[in-house]
């Protein structure tokens, strides 16, 4: 039976809270399933710990996003579609790896996760715990032998960036956090892929127009699929930037967002 619509989450902020799965979001769930419609994470997290948990308890048997859309995959994390950095862009990360040694964070190809050897990122521990996912230290070449699905420069001071995002740019989209402290969080993903073309790649694999798509999210990283998707919805702790290009802002995730949001997607699809 053809689902009436795909309803993809974002996990932070939007279906968890502190790594824990809303008791909100259980509910929201299970409504949505019952009611025909298909669910998916569409997750800058890597295909691993918590999120897996996440897009189990979504769709065991369905596709999912991770990584902003470095990896579609099943619910086990097996990649049904990869799009990591290009070879170019691969290289411009080693050499600014290797150059500046910053704070970064890695998620890559082979769903491991790596941090630069002597500089892991600021609260490192505490993420690794609210994620489910380690992070493994690593010289700047091991960027080369696992190429990387999304790289965050986590705390780089600004003007380092001013200088090192030359090495990147027109190869590399960059999606700034800050400046706190004069220092940056630098998301950095290949060009033209984003949580939009992973809403869009789930899509195509449930042979949905995005039209009848919906995506629910909060952060900076959603907006792209939250403007795409035929029905945007951003929870009431979003960032500006996601109110703004959702369809209609809820509340805040936890106190009822969640629940507006089972009500607005089956006002629109029924």
Do not use: C, Q
């Amino acid at each position: 039976m053809e689902p009436k619509a795909l309803v993809a989450f974002d996990l932070d902020g939007t279906l968890l809270e502190e790594g824990r799965f809303l008791p909100e979001a259980e509910r929201a769930v299970r409504a949505l399933a019952g009611a025909g419609y298909r669910l998916a994470v569409n997750t800058g997290r890597l295909a691993a710990g918590f999120a897996l948990e996440a897009a189990r308890r979504l769709d065991p048997e369905g596709p999912h996003a991770f990584s902003d859309g470095g990896l579609i995959g099943d619910a086990l994390g097996r990649p049904l579609e990869l799009h990591p950095f290009p070879p170019e862009a691969t290289r411009r990360v080693y050499e600014l790896l290797r150059r500046y040694r910053p704070p970064a964070d890695l998620l890559t190809v082979r769903r491991v996760r790596l941090h630069l050897e002597g500089a892991p990122p600021p609260g490192l521990e505490e993420h690794v715990a609210r994620t489910g996912t380690p992070s493994f230290p690593a010289p700047p070449e091991a960027v080369l032998a696992h190429p990387p699905l999304t790289v965050w420069l986590a705390g780089i001071p600004e003007a380092t960036w001013a200088e090192a995002r030359a090495l990147v740019e027109g190869v590399l989209e960059a999606e700034l956090h800050g400046p706190v402290e004069g220092r940056l969080f630098v998301g950095l993903r290949p060009r033209g892929r984003n949580k939009a073309s992973a809403l869009a790649a789930l899509a195509r694999r449930y042979r949905l127009p995005l039209a009848r798509t919906v995506m629910v999210g909060d952060g900076k990283n959603d907006v792209a699929a939250l403007a795409a998707a035929g029905l945007g919805l951003a929870v009431g702790n979003a960032v500006p930037e996601a109110r703004s290009a959702a369809d209609a802002t809820l509340p805040p995730a936890g106190e009822g967002g969640l629940l507006a949001a089972v009500e607005r997607i089956r006002a629109r699809f029924g």
